[in-house]
């Protein structure tokens, strides 16, 4: 991450809450958090053998991390929050020294060579960076060529799907989003090309996102998403946090076995992106 968000990640905010949920996940949002370091884990070790050179960046507390090295991997693990560094450092006090490299950096100077790595993992980073085309231009220089990108945002589609309220005044807004369809289209590419203009926010359009990347040196390779839910009725959740898990683990593994995951990815609460670094 930056500086613009590192008071956000620090032991007075938000540090210990995002090192413990992944402990002691609670509701649907810290169940999906879990998924999404899972998957990412999974991701890296089914296509990746252990000696390819890895970087968690925006590493937080180091669940990434901690999965892969556990799995055989060296990782370096940088974050622009020492907090989150002490944190990832304590996590990870058990596993053998040399598999881990902890590195304060900020994304938009990343400290690292040219072609360093073969993957970077990026979880939920990109939402808190201001500058995006220079923290994409950083990962590009330090990825090898034909190198992985893993990107993981949450969607902002997910919570108009699985609101009542939203589906309700559907129709009356689909008229008006009909009519406006065309205009924020030619904005969306617009701010894709434009280096000021592109950001990739906590709750990001994948169309956005997917075009923004691919104009700055990147291809993509594999689009999933993860996590329904919850239900709510003006923002307000209807039913208890063990029942939304059920019905997002539900949903999820019904679209998977049906091939449905090839429509639903579109609409789930975390997207994962999977980029390749051109030549």
Request: include cysteine; hydrophobic fraction near 45%; proline fraction near 3%.
């Amino acid at each position: 991450m930056t500086d613009s968000a590192d008071g956000l990640f620090t032991f007075r905010q938000q540090a210990a809450f995002w090192n413990d949920l992944y402990e002691r996940p609670s509701s649907l949002f810290e169940h999906v958090m879990v998924k999404r370091r899972d998957y990412a884990w999974r991701y890296i070790c089914s296509r990746f053998d252990t000696g390819a050179r890895v970087l968690d960046l925006g590493c937080g507390a180091g669940v990434l991390s901690e999965k892969l090295i556990g799995s055989g991997f060296a990782v370096t693990a940088a974050d622009a929050s020492c907090d989150m560094l002490e944190l990832a450092r304590e996590r990870m006090r058990h596993l053998p020294a040399p598999s881990l490299r902890l590195v304060n950096a900020d994304c938009l100077r990343l400290p690292f060579a040219a072609g360093e790595f073969d993957v970077v993992a990026c979880l939920g980073m990109f939402g808190y960076i201001a500058d995006v085309s220079q923290a994409l231009r950083e990962i590009h220089r330090v990825l090898r060529p034909g190198g992985t990108l893993l990107i993981s945002v949450r969607n902002a589609h997910t919570h108009r799907v699985f609101d009542l309220w939203q589906l309700a005044v559907l129709p009356a807004r689909l008229v008006r989003a009909l009519a406006r369809r065309a205009r924020a289209r030619a904005a969306a590419s617009a701010a894709a090309t434009d280096d000021h203009g592109f950001r990739i926010r906590i709750y990001e359009s994948p169309l956005r996102l997917i075009a923004g990347v691919t104009q700055r040196g990147y291809a993509l390779t594999d689009f999933d998403g993860l996590g329904y839910g919850p239900l709510a009725f003006a923002e307000r959740k209807l039913l208890p946090a063990r029942v939304s898990v059920q019905i997002s683990d539900f949903l999820e593994h019904v679209f998977r076995r049906t091939g449905l995951n090839v429509l639903s990815r579109w609409i789930a609460d975390v997207s994962f992106y999977v980029f390749q670094r051109d030549s």
